[in-house]
DNA sequence: GAAAAAACCTATCGATCGATAGGAATATCG
DNA sequence: CGATATTCCTATCGATCGATAGGTTTTTTC
């Protein structure tokens, strides 16, 4: 039989992708294993996260995990895809609008104000989205642990994101095309955001906040509006 | 006997603390035992290190730990006081400088050198420090996961080193002591430093920098120096 | 409604985890 | 040296983990 699978070391991934024949109930509850999982990975890491509570909270037994996504590390995958989705369904009119408007040469206060609004947007996506507080948790762990996802999340999420940055912050300040400090300017910029993400259990006890209110997000958005407008 | 304990959930701890009676080798073994722990933990965080990994690293066999640590846990919040104690000694001299020019009443100028200097020891201490980039990787885990160290951490370390930056930052601005401006501004500018102990993998991969060379951690000192110049 | 495909479930395996029992080996001090 | 405290080690326990064997039930198609 040509079907025996290599076996590096695991067998793992008979149904990586749900491409080939699917009944409806099916992707139902692909969906609800995937949404528990990006739960459970999120809040504890890869490690941290065990199959039998994810099974537990999707309300199915231990072995869809592995007839669904192939085993613990295809559902990691799974989730890192299902974020890098997410983001680009959020993020990319922006981002190809803000890119057009650069190629056609769009001055210095107009990259600003295109640099406020591609950072309200982050922080509307990190920081007061429905559930994109998981999502940059998982994000930030992988990338900090350089987990089987840092790849992807590198070259599709935060790559192009923190490029797009720094190419607003280069004509806003007029440096030249190969210098590093607006690259750095725009990694500290991105990663600024994380007292919010990441961190936020400690930023919000720090400032006595309970919650992230309405209110709340508008403050770090002015924050971080007038740090763009002093940027000169 | 009233000795046995209230075994709440595990007996654990026999011998949390060396404070009586313990010969110097006993004192070599354990710090090994930390230094290991550091490692691991800082590497994989709480869940994902191993008691048998660490034991291996350290020379030691697996009930040693138990035997100085009570346990896993022991070892790890260990481990959180070990952080502290190495940021106070130091952090510590340049805090309390700093403070006493503040309480002087020094004036704006002053005010934003001190700013300068304190993140210049911050990034020393958290990206050019020779294992600190492994206490950061520690701390930052702690805080976004709430675990066992989160008070200790928060209490010792983030909120004493936050505080006296928005204090410099309101200093600078001349923002009303009640406002929360300064303390956002503070928490952002922390924050931005995750971007080379946090992320480190990630954003070395995006400057193609194989690792931080004195001369990139110049570079990186000089873009939040220039921010730090532009708060207004 | 029969046949095929897909979805689901019970039971269990082997590996690994943290912790401990119980004592041997070593160091310190009288 | 002898006594005692401290340190170290082998072996193993019980729990939990991810994965799978092997079959039953449900859904879709003809």
Redesign the pocket.
């Known amino acids: 039989m040509s079907l025996s699978a290599p076996k590096t070391k695991?067998?793992?991934s008979?149904?990586a992708q749900?491409t080939?024949?699917?009944?409806?109930?099916?992707?139902?509850?692909?969906r609800r294993i995937l949404t528990a999982a990006l739960q459970e990975f999120g809040v504890a890491g890869i490690?941290g996260?065990?199959?039998?509570?994810?099974a537990q909270e999707a309300?199915?037994?231990?072995?869809?995990?592995?007839?669904?996504f192939?085993?613990?590390?295809?559902?990691y995958l799974a989730c890192a895809r299902e974020i890098v989705g997410e983001y680009q369904a959020h993020m990319l009119t922006m981002l190809v609008d803000v890119r057009t408007g650069l190629d056609r040469g769009a001055g210095p206060p107009a990259a600003r104000e295109a640099l406020k609004a591609v950072l309200d947007a982050l922080v509307d996506l990190q920081i007061a989205g429905r559930q994109s507080d998981i999502w940059m948790s998982f994000v930030l762990r992988e990338i900090a642990e350089q987990g089987p996802a840092f790849g992807l999340l590198f070259e599709q999420l935060w790559a192009p994101g923190v490029d797009l940055i720094a190419d607003l912050i280069r004509r806003v300040t007029g440096d030249a095309p190969a210098s590093t400090r607006p690259r750095l300017q725009a990694l500290l910029l991105v990663s600024s955001l994380s007292a919010f993400s990441h961190a936020r259990p400690i930023s919000l006890k720090y400032l006595g906040w309970r919650s992230l209110s309405a209110s709340n997000v508008d403050e770090i958005k002015a924050v971080i509006r007038r740090q763009i407008d002093e940027i000169a």
């Open positions: 695991r067998v793992a008979p149904r749900p080939a024949g699917s009944y409806r109930k099916g992707e139902e509850t692909r490690s996260a065990t199959t039998r509570k994810i309300a199915v037994n231990l072995p869809a995990l592995t007839y669904y192939g085993g613990k590390e295809g559902l």
